[in-house]
């Protein structure tokens, strides 16, 4: 008897959640407006996507002005509470295997049990009240060659508009190219928005899309600055990388100048990268350092998403040079001599800022697409003198490519960094 009664709570509990859930899921629908442009509505109120790739420093993103954020995968549930405790919705990826990770599309088996995993995934999240769009696959066509990848991608795709009416698919492709707007515009019917990675390429990311004859709405999926596999290169193939003040100039721009202005097709953005990782350097993509402070870069984005900057502000790195040759040029040194660095920043309203140096191996690295890269361990640096703007060091002893970094943050922890690649001969 008690057995029955502890069984019929049970699916009394569990009906009751069941309903609890599905109260709570939140209708979202690609429709257009009176002037004929598109837009993404949420409860039948439009909704333009103020987000960025996000893992953590949650909080942050919502005090900064943003409403969403994107994930990869479905391998951390948890990151759709959290947003939903903080009033954030969730594209939530579905990893699809690219073909430059090993996956072989000609290889049924394998492609049907991929397919069947990921529809238990979309069976499991369908109804999380966080979640705003599916993200079928990122970056699939990157170095692929097998065009039988988009086959699983609409076969994904139908089946969530089979079991799951209250949510748009997109798949995310890395850059804008008329081959993939074509294959997927064949292949991939059950697709309602165009994703793009566009870095370099968000400068005529709308125009081509046009021109290339994608005629549903997109959005901005990962953008930001320039990636390392668009930057310059020193003569030993060392990627050169802006100050981060440079590059916070560049994300304002392009927020404003290109991302807001297409009111006809862009649903909205999201910024890469809300957090740190390596690629090509520890810096370049990440709007926080590896100790989790976080860069003018998030001061952008709260300027771009709100119309106001943050009343305390990083200090930002304007310039950084090495015996007095900027950061654009080769910097071939000798070893174990005495060098000279500066910097030039912008303090804003900071009455102190603090200056910190360290030094790398040169991290040369062929992964892409986001592939996981290993930071370097630092290295000794041997410091002579410092002042508010300069460094006086002494060159490694060992012949070999490196990089200097320059930190400069405020009493907060509000920071901005710049670095240099040289070479000891």
Excluded at 196 to 211: F, H, M, P, Q
Excluded at 278 to 293: D, I, P, V, Y
Excluded at 384 to 389: K, M, P, V
Aim: hydrophobic share 35%.
């Amino acid at each position: 008897m008690e057995r029955n009664i502890n069984l019929f709570a049970s699916l009394v509990f569990g009906m009751l959640y069941a309903l609890t859930s599905q109260s709570q899921v939140r209708k979202v629908e690609v429709t257009t407006n009176a002037a004929g442009h598109y837009e993404l509505h949420r409860n039948g109120v439009p909704y333009y996507i103020k987000g960025a790739g996000a893992k953590d420093h949650f909080d942050l993103l919502a005090k900064s002005g943003a409403n969403s954020i994107r994930i990869w995968s479905t391998n951390n549930g948890s990151f759709l509470d959290s947003a939903y405790q903080r009033d954030l919705t969730v594209t939530l990826g579905l990893y699809v295997r690219p073909e430059r990770g090993g996956m072989d599309y000609n290889d049924e088996y394998a492609v049907k049990g991929q397919i069947e995993q990921l529809k238990n995934e979309i069976l499991k999240y369908k109804d999380h009240p966080a979640l705003l769009v599916w993200g079928i696959g990122n970056e699939v066509d990157l170095r692929y060659s097998n065009f039988k990848v988009w086959e699983t991608i609409e076969t994904l795709a139908k089946f969530i508009k089979e079991v799951d009416p209250n949510h748009p698919t997109m798949t995310v492709i890395a850059g804008v190219d008329p081959a993939k707007a074509y294959h997927i515009k064949k292949h991939c019917p059950s697709i309602d928005i165009l994703g793009l990675n566009v870095y370099g390429s968000i400068e005529n990311a709308g125009a081509n899309l046009r021109k290339f004859n994608w005629d549903k709405p997109y959005i901005i999926s990962e953008w930001g600055v320039n990636g390392p596999f668009e930057a310059k290169t020193t003569s030993w193939k060392a990627k050169i990388e802006p100050p981060n003040g440079v590059k916070a100039d560049q994300r304002k721009r392009r927020y404003k100048e290109l991302i807001e202005k297409d009111k006809e097709r862009c649903l909205g953005s999201y910024c890469f990268l809300w957090g740190q990782k390596q690629e090509s350097t520890a810096t370049w993509h990440g709007m926080f350092l590896s100790n989790g402070k976080p860069t003018e870069a998030v001061d952008v984005m709260q300027y771009c998403w709100m119309g106001e900057w943050p009343k305390s502000r990083a200090p930002s790195i304007r310039n950084i040079s090495l015996e007095n040759i900027g950061w654009k040029k080769d910097h071939v040194l000798a070893p174990n001599t005495k060098v000279n660095l500066s910097i030039e920043y912008l303090k804003y309203n900071n009455k102190k800022v603090i200056l910190e140096f360290a030094l790398f191996p040169e991290a040369f690295s062929n992964k892409i697409g986001g592939d996981i890269q290993l930071s370097p361990d630092p290295l000794k640096l041997d410091i002579l003198t410092q002042s508010d703007t300069e460094l006086t060091f002494m060159s490694p002893k060992q012949k070999g490519a490196y990089r200097v970094f320059a930190y400069v943050r405020n009493e907060k922890g509000q920071c901005s960094v710049a670095n240099i690649p040289f070479m000891v001969e």
